[in-house]
């Protein structure tokens, strides 16, 4: 059965880091692109990060380029998101997502149950 | 803002059909295939098509999914109360180098 437990959520005040994690298990993790998609509180979706394979192609969401990092440790199974200089506009529940196809705009066929970042 | 414009809102009494439409560009649906997810509040997203019309494995039938130029329909027949939730398109931006999604649909059975 495929799983993404995502933690690191919590509150932190403006200008602060977070550095949220994903740890996957049930599925070869080092063979699939992942990603990174927020919601913010009564909000729809909007796609954050993503990751190919072996994190040779990395992609943002404009309002978290420099900001932002995505990282990956295949030997661990694990997903990563470096948030520095977070704003107010950050507070979202961040679901961690695996990637079902090979490329760009691929469907998005398992996700996490979510972690909150609250900005304050 | 989103780049894909969904309608804010469907409805229908239970057993009819319902189709949402997202609508894009060249740049996103135009030259890139299409996902469809749905939501219930509190909860994750859903995958229930990709690629445009194809259906992961346990969703059922009465979800279809279709294509047409800058333009995608997530259609939903012999609708039920289960059905009442979020749904949201998305697909890759080729401008942008990000994928994007929808605004979303609210599902309401009458």
């Known amino acids: 059965e495929v799983q993404l437990v995502e933690s690191g959520g919590g509150l932190v005040k403006p200008g602060g880091s977070l550095r949220l994690s994903c740890a996957a298990s049930g599925f070869t993790f080092s063979t699939y692109s992942m990603t990174w998609v927020r919601q913010a509180p009564g909000k729809g979706l909007e796609w954050v990060s993503s990751i190919n394979s072996v994190s040779t192609y990395i992609y943002y969401t404009d309002s978290v380029k420099g900001r932002f990092t995505i990282s990956r440790d295949n030997a661990e199974n694990s997903l990563f998101l470096q948030m520095d200089s977070l704003r107010a506009e950050d507070t979202a529940v961040y679901y961690c997502?695996?990637?079902?196809?090979?490329?760009?705009?691929?469907?998005?066929?398992?996700w996490g149950q979510g972690t909150l970042v609250t900005v304050s | 803002q989103s780049v894909l414009t969904q309608p804010p809102s469907v409805s229908a009494a239970p057993g009819q059909k319902v189709t949402i439409s997202c609508s894009g560009s060249s740049s996103n649906i135009g030259n890139n295939y299409v996902s469809w997810y749905q939501q219930f509040p509190g909860t994750a997203p859903k995958l229930l098509i990709y690629?445009?019309?194809k259906r992961p494995s346990g969703i059922p039938d009465r979800f279809s999914g279709s294509k047409s130029g800058t333009a995608a329909t997530l259609g939903i027949t012999g609708l039920q109360t289960g059905d009442e939730a979020d749904y949201y398109c998305g697909t890759w931006d080729t401008s942008l180098s990000a994928n994007v999604f929808g605004t979303g649909t609210k599902v309401t059975v009458l």
């Open positions: 690629d445009n019309n």
């Open positions: 997502a695996r990637v079902e196809g090979q490329y760009d705009g691929s469907g998005i066929d398992y």
